[in-house]
């Protein structure tokens, strides 16, 4: 079935399925710079950001791209755009690609995360010629979002003969159908001089193996994460979501400076953090936006069932009962 699955994505990816609007024109990019004040841009005339009196060229500049079947409208956009807005030294700008993101997944949504990063390498390697800092730049996606976000930094690589490589990407639960197995291609640790993957559903929504600089496997990795429902839920809603969500629940409480961090550290496997065996604990490694870009590996920590779910120093230290509604992850070692 995977074999048949892959086939068809990379069939859709080489009849490049085309809708009525230009990729160019129906993908905006949206400026935010207040709680309800945003400009858009079209993706033809993403260069014209950089002349917009709401844009700082001193700041940091944050790209956060979206999963499947979202829009500006969305919880995960809504609430990593204001823990960004909680701060004076980012610019924050989210891709708004509701139409490619929806419909049919394997022969739209996750071809279209092909065709339309690869537009955007272009669209942001025209940006930096402009003048935009890519030394200050950083890419953020969620599921499909996280997907794509690899696919823009291969993309500049390979256009600039790899002397234009980003300096950070960021994945928060990077989707798994579509870019698992033969045929497909999904974000790995090239494509970014730093890439930093946060997993909380592998194996359903989220994609199951280390791919980055350094992995983040919050509670293992999978569902049920700490405070979310049992499973046999109606898929695709808030509840069937939940562990994939928090990824990006996670991301915006550590950007918005919490007092308490997600401290996490180094361990072989899930199974070998639950026992204790893990490396000598360094309490500058954090999970989220302050991450350290000098580490690599592969990373574990608990986190809280509900908001703040950062644990802090708390949260290296495995707690069999942490607050979890059903530790799923208790049955493997």
Known sequence: MRWCLTFLVSIAICLEITQAAPLLERNKFVLYYGRDSSEVFPLSNAVDILSSPNFDQSKKTVIYIHGNNEDQTSVSVKTVVSAYLQRDDYNIIALDWKEDASGEYL????????????????????????????????LVGYSLGGQMVGRIGAGLKRRSSRKLVLRRITALDPSFTGFYGPFTSHI?????????????????????????????????????????????????????????????????????????????????????????????????????????????????????????????????????????????NELED
């Open 107 to 138: 022969l739209n949504a996750v071809a279209n995360v092909m065709r339309l990063g690869d537009t955007l390498s272009k669209v942001i390697a025209d940006m930096i010629a402009a003048g935009l800092n890519r030394d200050r730049l950083h």
């Open 188 to 328: 790995t640790k090239d494509d970014a001089q730093f890439v930093d993957i946060i997993h909380t559903d592998a194996y359903l929504y989220g994609f199951p193996e280390n791919a980055g600089t350094v992995d983040f496997w919050p509670n293992g990795g999978n569902s049920v994460q700490p405070g979310c429902p049992r499973r046999n839920y109606i898929p695709m809603t808030e509840n069937d979501l939940c562990s994939s969500w928090r990824s990006w629940r996670y991301w915006a409480e550590s950007v918005a400076r919490p007092t308490v961090q997600f401290n996490a550290i180094q361990a072989a496997n899930w199974g070998a953090f639950k026992k204790g065996n893990v490396a000598e604990y360094d309490q500058n490694v954090v999970m989220g936006n302050d991450c350290p870009e000098n580490i690599s590996g592969v990373y574990y920590l608990q986190t809280n069932s509900e908001s703040p779910f950062a644990r802090g120093e708390k949260g290296v230290n495995y707690n069999r009962n942490n607050g979890n509604s059903v530790d799923e």
